[in-house]
């Protein structure tokens, strides 16, 4: 987006609203993971009625949104502070010398 002329604002803005999807996405997935252990729990291990529960979709869907959608950036500051020239010579550094 920065090469067709969107600013930084625009770029961040754009990388929240795709977190927030994929939290959603993610917290559906888990959501179902949940689900399916619970129903084979109760039905094959402990020989009981399984009762669907509705909240454990909404929950899924309400926490991983939020939770993914306030990470984009933050492990990137100390990695772009710098000049490309010395960042790269500071990771030659590291590989080489541990």
Do not use: D, K, Y
Request: proline share 3%; net charge positive; aromatic share 8%.
């Amino acid at each position: 987006m920065r090469a067709l002329g969107a600013s930084r604002a625009q770029v961040l803005s754009a990388q929240r609203a795709e977190f927030a999807v994929l939290g959603a996405i993610a917290g559906a997935l888990g959501s179902l993971g949940a689900t399916a252990i619970g129903w084979t729990l109760a039905t094959r291990v402990f020989e009981l009625e399984f009762v669907w529960n509705g909240w454990i979709w909404l929950a899924g869907r309400r926490w991983g949104s939020p939770a993914s959608s306030s990470t984009p950036g933050r492990g990137r500051a100390r990695r772009s502070a710098g000049r490309p020239r010395g960042i790269a010579r500071e990771c030659l550094s590291t590989m080489r010398h541990g």
